[in-house]
């Protein structure tokens, strides 16, 4: 017989599923104190992070499969204007991050460019071209068949070039901002709570919630950027934004914050476990700190969380479970995409990491990967990797 829990109603595989998010609900969640030496923590951050960086070949390959694909769409959408955004042009990206390309042009609908660039990429011999039509910001997806490097292209999705500078600048602003983003996010990707497709934040969202972090330890490691008297508002495709970054940044913060990166990683768990900042509030980079639900007018609508999940009919969950802001476009909530399995997964998962760090845990275990299909983890670090089995005569052809 199911056993079904009198306190929550979760049955018993969704108990084995999170089990610690459920023993936190009944209240039997045991709760030790991390009492863990930052500076290890901190030393294996480091070393992680130096893997990141992209080599030389890589970003030479990188910038030449964009100067290619200036000049085909130059050819074929005159006018037009390709520009790279997300986190290669950050600086918070993890070395098997995407390329993340906008198309600017105006002469045809959307979907109708992305047809085209679809055809034409499959043309040239691109792998897994795939278009995605309808989505918020639809997309061509492929992989480029030499480096295997993942590419998204987008068309007039200009807004995202402004974030990126916004990324660019908080990234500017202290020496530990890239670590620190990039642990969260590859965290996150590794215990398969960074996809939205399926469901959980995107890399976009970790990174807002990152930031936010920084903005408001205490002394604040990242002031808030978009303060500023004079606002400059643009129009970009047809809606007026508030596009005010400051020139200054740094000059907005007084005392400094001396905390290495494996203590804010430990604050970071700490906190999130201890007080989920969600039940009242809005994660909100351009407030430079959270805003409650109410003053943002985004109370947690029905279903909750629980009552989704053991809803026999699969309701979807309602909207603003973890409400994380734009800093542009202050009316999309980047916890749109997650369903009620994916907020289940991030609140134990916090939990999880919550229990290694008092464990004494290495970074290793932290990030330790759930689901290896999900992380590519294999890009051609290596451009020549493939034709190595290759025998000599073939390779030569292939060379050619
Ligand atoms: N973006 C956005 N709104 C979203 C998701 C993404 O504006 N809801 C924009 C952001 O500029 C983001 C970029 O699209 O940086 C690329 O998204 P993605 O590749 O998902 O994130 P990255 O920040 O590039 O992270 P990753 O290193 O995982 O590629
Ligand atoms: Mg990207």
Request: glycine share 4%; aromatic share 8%.
């Amino acid at each position: 017989m199911e056993h079904i829990c009198k306190i929550t109603g979760m049955n018993s595989s969704q108990q084995k599923k999170w089990p610690l998010f459920h023993s936190l609900l009944t209240g039997n969640l045991v709760r030790n104190e991390i009492e863990l030496s930052s500076d290890k923590l901190s030393e294996e951050i480091m070393q992680f992070c130096s893997l990141q960086e992209t080599t030389d070949e890589i970003q030479e390959r990188k910038e030449a499969i964009i100067n290619h694909l200036k000049k085909r769409f130059n050819r074929k959408f005159s006018g037009s204007k390709l520009t790279a955004f997300g986190s290669s042009e950050s600086g918070l990206g993890l070395k098997n991050g995407d390329i993340d390309l906008c198309l600017e042009f105006k002469g045809e609908k959307p979907k109708k460019v992305l047809t085209k660039i679809a055809r034409m990429l499959r043309e040239d011999g691109m792998e897994d071209v795939t278009l995605i039509a309808h989505a918020k910001v639809p997309i061509v997806k492929f992989i480029d068949s030499r480096t295997k490097i993942p590419i998204d292209i987008s068309i007039n999705n200009s807004l995202a070039i402004y974030n990126t500078s916004l990324l660019k600048l908080y990234n500017d602003c202290d020496v530990r901002v890239r670590p620190f983003v990039l642990s969260i996010k590859n965290w996150a990707l590794h215990r398969g709570i960074c996809n939205a497709a399926y469901g959980t934040f995107s890399s976009y969202a970790w990174t807002m919630i990152a930031l936010q972090f920084l903005q408001s330890c205490n002394p604040p490691i990242l002031p808030n950027i978009q303060h500023g008297e004079n606002r400059i508002l643009k129009e970009v495709e047809g809606t007026t934004y508030d596009l005010t970054m400051n020139d200054n940044p740094n000059e907005l913060l007084k005392l400094e914050n001396k905390s290495n990166i494996g203590q804010l990683i430990i604050d970071f768990f700490d906190q999130f476990s201890k007080e989920w900042p969600w039940d009242e509030n809005v994660i909100s980079l351009r407030s430079g700190k959270m805003i409650s639900r109410k003053e943002k007018n985004w109370e947690e609508k029905k279903p909750k969380l629980i009552d989704a999940l053991i809803d026999e009919n699969k309701l979807r969950l309602g909207k603003h479970s973890l409400p994380v802001e734009d800093p542009f476009d202050h009316l999309h909530d980047l916890s749109r995409v997650l369903r009620t399995e994916g907020v289940m997964d991030i609140r134990e998962e916090f939990l999880r990491a919550y229990n290694v760090l008092c464990d004494g845990g290495s970074w290793s275990e932290l990030t330790k990967t759930k689901f290896p299909e999900l992380v590519n983890d294999s890009p051609q670090t290596d451009l020549f990797e493939d034709l190595r089995d290759i025998p000599k005569q073939d390779l030569i052809d292939k060379l050619e």
